[in-house]
């Protein structure tokens, strides 16, 4: 089975599951959940009810769509995300947001847990992602291109929306959330870096790190979404961290930042949704 019919296998089954029809789609990374509960829920659909479908296999990772209104706005939310780590290739690990795309999500709004590289970085603090490093770990287009869905070679000079991150940074200025910005680099991980790997991200412009997202983001930009991200910075990266780095630590960090986050990406769903 090639990537497109496995991709056009998963779209018709959920379909044929769920009558909803999703403007903005959002992925919940680790720790944040249970921002799931600030929807009005309409459906859900597990991932493992899925043929074919990649599993979330991390603790703090539900493994679930829920599908329902946020503000007025509809939505399908990512209740955890899978991860290349888990041992899903570049084009496992998207194939949920290929699918977000063809049910009709048109924005996509990315979180999640990052070391903070960026100098002066406190865990529990948000950074509105501007740009990405991505060369660290395999794209997901490689292979057949699904033209279907996008050309073959796609720019990524602004894969970020500036549009989007204006809303996100109002929100943050009248909410009173501190937000910084920055680079997002992805790694491949399940380990967490070393400290020279993590000077050399920094070297090369990173202000934060972490095993996901950024191939996400490659593959929305591909089928032509409107795409804004924001990491929450769990804990500080090796060797500017004083202690060994844990999940726990990361999970203990999402909860921490539960309430900013909530009013954070509600708000921000609420005026993204005018819109679409």
């Known amino acids: 089975m090639t990537e497109q019919e496995r991709l056009m296998q ?4 959920v379909k044929g599951r769920i009558s909803s029809k999703p403007k903005i789609a959002l992925v919940l990374g680790s720790g944040l959940g249970r921002f799931a509960s600030q929807i009005e829920v309409q459906e859900t659909l597990s991932y ?5 479908f ?22 399908a939310v990512m209740q955890g ?7 899903y290739t570049p084009q496992e690990a998207v194939l949920p947001i290929r699918l977000l795309h063809l049910l009709g999500a048109e924005i996509l709004f990315l979180t999640n847990a990052a070391g903070g590289i960026q100098a002066g970085m406190q865990a529990g603090e948000f950074m509105l992602i501007t740009d990405q490093i991505s060369s660290f770990v395999p794209s997901p287009l490689r292979g057949a291109n699904m033209d279907a869905l996008g050309v073959r070679f796609p720019d990524m000079s602004k894969i970020y929306s500036e549009r989007l991150n204006q809303i996100i940074r109002k929100i943050a200025v009248n909410g009173d959330i501190p937000l910084k910005e920055g680079v997002y680099l992805q790694t491949a991980g399940p380990a967490y870096e070393s400290p020279a790997e993590i000077r050399m991200f920094r070297t090369l412009g990173a202000d934060a790190v972490g095993m996901s997202t950024a191939i996400e983001a490659i593959a929305a930009r591909h089928c032509g ?20 780095l844990t999940h726990e630590e990361v999970k203990e960090a999402g909860d921490k930042a539960a309430p900013q986050f909530t ?3 509600r708000s921000a769903i609420a005026e993204m949704g005018k819109l679409v």
């Open 10 to 13: 998963c779209f018709a089954y």
């Open 48 to 52: 493992n009810e899925i043929p074919n």
């Open 54 to 75: 990649p599993v979330s296999t991390v603790e703090g990772h539900e493994g679930r769509f829920v599908f329902g209104i946020c503000d007025g706005v509809p939505v």
């Open 81 to 87: 995300r899978v991860h290349m780590y888990e041992g």
């Open 225 to 244: 979404m409107e795409i804004c991200g924001v990491s929450c910075i769990s804990n500080l990266a090796a060797g500017i961290s004083p202690h060994p």
């Open 263 to 265: 009013l954070l990406v």
